[in-house]
């Protein structure tokens, strides 16, 4: 089930995210990132042709693929083949660090050693970022968006 304030910040929900991508539409949507930079506020986007969430039983496992875009750098792709991780289910075993990403980095999200892309991470933390986006990797704002192809 998704949560939070659906005119703002809000989460859909990992069991609708799978339904859509892989069970019911596949193939039918990319994923687009809508990126804006923290100080200057120029926009970027980061966009993939390829996106599905596999069910629970596989812990929301992430495939993601073709990246387009002028970000800069195909920070969500370094995440492919990732479970989503949160706070109670730490599923980032990744070899790099032995901490559970969520849990240090503010928010749930699909993670691989605790890097590449920081979008649901919690600002107040200081891991809010899209690695190497021109003239900074600090982010004031971002959105995930499914986009039918």
């Known amino acids: 089930m998704g949560f939070g304030d659906p005119s703002g910040n809000y989460w859909l929900g990992n069991d609708l995210l799978s339904w859509l991508t892989i069970h019911q539409f596949i193939n039918r949507y990319k994923l687009k990132f809508d990126l804006q930079q923290n100080g200057t506020g120029n926009w970027y986007y980061a966009e993939y042709s390829t996106f599905r969430v596999r069910p629970e039983s596989y812990?929301?496992?992430?495939q993601v693929e073709?990246?387009?875009g002028n970000a800069g750098y195909d920070a969500f792709g370094t995440h492919n083949e990732q479970k989503f991780t949160t706070i109670?289910?730490?599923?980032?075993?990744?070899?790099w660090s032995p901490d559970n990403c969520?849990?240090?980095r503010g928010g749930g999200f699909w993670w691989r050693a605790c890097?590449?892309?920081y979008v649901n991470g919690a600002r107040s933390t200081g891991h809010f970022y899209w690695w190497n986006l021109p003239g900074?990797?600090?982010?004031?704002?971002s959105r995930m968006w499914l986009q039918c192809k």
């Open 136 to 141: 900074g990797r600090h982010l004031q704002l």
């Open 59 to 62: 812990n929301y496992n992430l």
């Open 66 to 68: 073709g990246f387009s």
């Open 102 to 104: 969520a849990a240090t």
């Open 115 to 117: 890097g590449g892309c």
């Open 88 to 95: 109670d289910r730490d599923n980032d075993l990744s070899g």
